[in-house]
C-alpha cells in the first residue's frame, strides 16, 4: 500500500478494527483487564448500531446474553437500560428452551454503548478506517490506516461486520456501501488475503421501516410484554412495568402473488446476488419459494425506538424493487396504507474461513490477531459480542502472559458457538439455535453465572461488585437445596398429597420429592411456608435443578465421558499424511484444521469413528 505523508502512533496495546456489537465487547473486555486500547470505527454514529432488528435474545440468542454478562460483558446490562418491551420465548416449553428476548430501542441502545465506552479507563475511540494489518515475523504489529497513520500495536482484533466491501442490492439498484446509508470499508479484505485468509462472500438482509401513523392496528393482534421476566444483567433491577406493544399480522396469497410475479426481478433469483444468505432468516421471496404450500407467514410489527414513528417489520426483509416492495407490503392486514419510510435491501459482503481460526479466535498464522463477529461468518448480534468479548478477553491474557479462556461445548453456549466455527466451519451465516447445543439441559439461561462468572473473575474481567453478588446467589442457592432437601412428617404432609392424586406416604417426603412428583412449587410453597424471603431467580434455578436432577445426572455422565477425549492432546506439528489407515479425506481435514484434542478431532465433518481409533493407536505408540 503506497500512502504518502505516513505518520506513526505509538502507545496502544491493542487496537480493535470496527465498533459494531463485537468490537465493543472486544474493546470493553481489553481496557478494563487494564490494556491499553484503541477502537476505531468507520464512523461513530454506528458504533452499537442496530442495523438490522431492534432487539437482543431470542431463542439461543437470550442464552448468549446471559452468558456474556455472566463473563462481564456489557450486552446484558444495556439491552436492560433502553428495553422498550421484553418477553420469555418458549415460555411454556422445558426450562433449557426459553429465551428472554428484549424489544430495545435502537437509539438509545447506540447511546447508551457509545457513553459506555467514551467512559471507561483504558480506552480510546477514533474515527477512522483500518486498511492494513500490520505484521512482523509471524506477530501481528499494529495497523494502518486509509490516511496513511501507522498506529503500533501487540494485539489486533478485526471485527468489521458486515463493511468489508459491502453492498447494499435492491432490485437492479446496486451501490457500494455498508448497512444504512453507512460507508463501507473498501481496503482491507486485500490485506487480509495477503496475510493467508480464506476469504468469501455471504449475504444478509433487513425489512423496510415503516410510519407507524399509517399502520391499522386495530386489523392486527396485540403482544405484550411481560413485567414479571427478569433482565438479562445479573446487575440490573427489575424489568419496566410499563412496556411497549409490538403486534402480530400475518402475509396472505395476495402478498404470494405480487412476489412471485416479479421473482425475474430478485436479484436473489437473478443472480445479481452472489453471497449465501442466511438459513434461518430468509427474506419473503425466498420464504413464498421455499415454503409453497404455506398460505401465510408471520409478520411482527415493533418499534424501532421511542422518539420516532419508524417501525420495522419483522419476518418481511426483501431485495426486490422498490415499487415492488410498495405493493407487496400494502397486501398486508393493518398495513393497507402504509408508508415506507426505509426500504428493505440485501446487503454483500466479505468475511474468512474460520477454519483458519484457533478456539481462542486467534488467528494460525499470526500471533496476535483476533476475529470476531460477522467477519466470522456468523449473523446475530449476540453471536458477534459473544465472539468479540471471547476475543479481546484472549487478546488480553496473551498481553498479560496469562494462559487463554477456551469454553467447552459442555460449559456454555458460546462455546458451542466458538467449536463448531473453528472445527466444523460454516458455509453459510451462522446462527445459534438450542439444538446445536448437546448439554443444553445444563446450559440454560438461569444457571449461566453459575457456570462463568468464576471464569470471568479470575480472567480479571468479571469486578467486585459482581462477583460479590454471585458468591452471595451460591449460598442462597445452598440454603434452599438444603431446605428443599428436608423431610415433611406423614402427618403433615398426607392430606397436601392426597389432593394432589397421591397415596398416603410410608415415610417422610421431602419437598424435593413433591417437585418431582409434579406438585407446583407455588403450591408447596403455600401450604408448609418454606423458602420464605428467597429471591423469585434463585427459587426458580433451585426448582429446575430438581426437577430435572436425572435428567441433568445423565447428561453430566456424558460430559465425563467426552472429557476423556479432550484431554487427550494432539501434538500440533503431527503430518496426518504420514499416519497408516487414516482416510484420505481425514487426513486433509485434520491437516487444515490442526485440532487440539481427539475430541475436536472427532466433531470435525469428514473425520469419523475409525479415524478416531488410528489416532489412539497412533497416540499410544508415541508414548
Do not use: W
Amino acid at each position: 500500500m503506497d500512502v504518502t505523508n505516513r505518520f506513526t502512533t505509538t502507545g496502544y496495546d491493542a487496537v480493535v478494527v470496527g465498533a459494531g456489537h463485537a468490537g465493543c465487547e472486544a474493546a470493553l473486555a481489553l481496557a478494563r483487564t487494564g490494556i491499553q486500547t484503541l477502537l476505531l470505527s468507520l464512523n461513530l454514529d454506528s458504533i452499537a448500531f442496530m442495523a438490522c432488528n431492534p432487539s437482543v435474545g431470542g431463542t439461543a440468542k437470550g442464552h448468549l446474553v446471559r452468558e456474556i454478562d455472566a463473563l462481564g460483558g456489557e450486552m446484558g446490562r444495556n439491552a436492560d437500560k433502553t428495553a422498550l418491551q421484553m418477553r420469555m420465548l418458549n415460555a411454556g416449553k422445558g426450562a433449557a428452551v426459553q429465551s428472554l428476548r428484549s424489544q430495545a430501542d435502537k437509539h438509545a441502545y447506540h447511546a447508551q454503548m457509545k457513553r459506555t465506552l467514551e467512559n471507561t479507563e483504558n480506552l480510546t475511540i477514533r474515527q477512522s478506517e483500518a486498511a492494513e494489518v500490520l505484521v512482523q515475523g509471524g506477530r501481528v504489529c499494529g495497523v494502518r490506516t486509509t490516511y496513511g497513520e501507522e498506529i503500533a500495536a501487540r494485539a489486533v482484533v478485526l471485527a468489521t461486520g458486515v463493511y468489508l466491501n459491502g453492498a447494499v442490492i435492491a432490485g437492479e439498484f446496486r451501490q457500494s456501501s455498508g448497512p444504512n446509508g453507512f460507508a463501507p470499508a473498501t481496503q482491507l479484505t486485500q490485506n487480509l488475503i495477503g496475510l493467508g485468509f480464506s476469504v468469501r462472500r455471504f449475504k444478509t438482509g433487513t425489512p423496510a421501516r415503516v410510519d407507524g401513523r399509517t399502520i391499522d392496528y386495530s386489523k392486527c393482534q396485540i403482544q405484550e410484554g411481560d413485567p414479571t421476566v427478569y433482565p438479562f444483567s445479573y446487575l440490573s433491577g427489575d424489568v419496566p412495568q410499563k412496556q411497549t406493544p409490538c403486534y402480530l399480522t400475518y402475509t396472505n396469497e395476495r402478498t404470494h402473488a405480487i412476489i412471485r410475479a416479479n421473482l425475474h426481478r430478485s436479484p436473489l433469483f437473478s443472480g445479481m446476488i452472489k453471497g449465501t444468505g442466511p438459513r434461518y432468516c430468509p427474506s419473503i421471496e425466498d420464504k413464498v419459494v421455499r415454503f409453497a404450500d404455506k398460505e401465510r407467514h408471520q409478520i411482527f410489527l415493533e418499534p424501532e425506538c421511542a422518539d420516532s414513528n419508524e417501525v420495522y417489520v419483522q419476518g418481511m426483509s426483501s431485495s426486490l424493487p422498490h415499487d415492488v416492495q410498495r405493493e407487496m407490503y400494502r397486501t398486508v392486514p393493518g398495513l393497507e396504507n402504509v408508508r415506507i419510510m426505509r426500504y428493505a435491501y440485501a446487503i454483500e459482503y466479505d468475511c474468512i474461513d474460520t477454519l483458519d481460526v484457533l478456539p481462542t479466535l486467534e488467528y494460525k498464522r499470526v500471533k496476535g490477531l483476533y476475529t470476531a463477529g460477522q467477519i466470522n461468518g456468523t449473523s446475530g448480534y449476540e453471536e458477534a459480542a459473544a465472539q468479540g468479548l471471547i476475543a479481546g478477553l484472549n487478546a488480553s491474557l496473551q498481553l498479560r502472559g496469562r494462559p487463554p479462556l477456551v469454553l467447552t461445548r459442555d460449559e456454555a453456549y458460546i462455546g458451542v458457538l466458538i467449536d463448531d466455527l473453528v472445527t466444523k466451519g460454516t458455509n453459510e451465516p451462522y446462527r445459534m439455535m438450542t439444538s446445536r447445543a448437546e448439554y443444553r439441559i445444563c446450559l440454560r439461561q438461569d444457571n449461566a453465572d453459575l457456570r462463568l462468572t468464576q471464569k470471568g473473575y479470575d480472567a480479571g474481567l468479571v469486578t467486585e461488585e459482581r462477583y460479590a453478588r454471585f458468591l452471595k446467589r451460591k449460598e442462597a442457592l445452598a440454603r434452599i437445596a438444603e431446605e428443599l432437601n428436608g423431610r415433611v412428617p406423614p402427618a403433615r404432609c398426607s392430606a397436601f398429597l392426597r389432593a394432589h392424586g397421591f397415596s398416603d406416604p410410608q415415610g417422610g417426603v421431602s419437598y424435593a420429592d413433591m417437585l418431582r412428583r409434579g406438585i407446583p412449587a407455588a403450591e408447596i410453597e403455600a401450604e408448609f411456608g418454606i423458602l420464605a424471603g428467597e429471591s423469585r431467580a434463585n427459587k426458580e434455578t433451585a426448582v429446575i435443578d430438581v426437577q430435572y436432577e436425572g435428567y441433568l445426572r445423565r447428561s453430566l455422565e456424558q460430559i465425563e465421558k467426552s472429557k476423556k477425549l479432550e484431554e487427550r492432546k494432539l501434538p500440533p506439528d503431527i503430518d496426518y499424511e504420514q499416519i497408516g489407515g487414516l482416510r484420505l479425506e481425514a487426513r486433509q481435514k485434520l491437516n487444515k484444521i490442526r485440532p487440539e484434542n481427539l475430541g475436536q478431532a472427532g466433531r470435525i465433518s469428514g473425520v469419523n469413528p475409525a479415524d478416531i481409533a488410528v489416532l489412539m493407536v497412533y497416540l499410544a505408540t508415541k508414548k
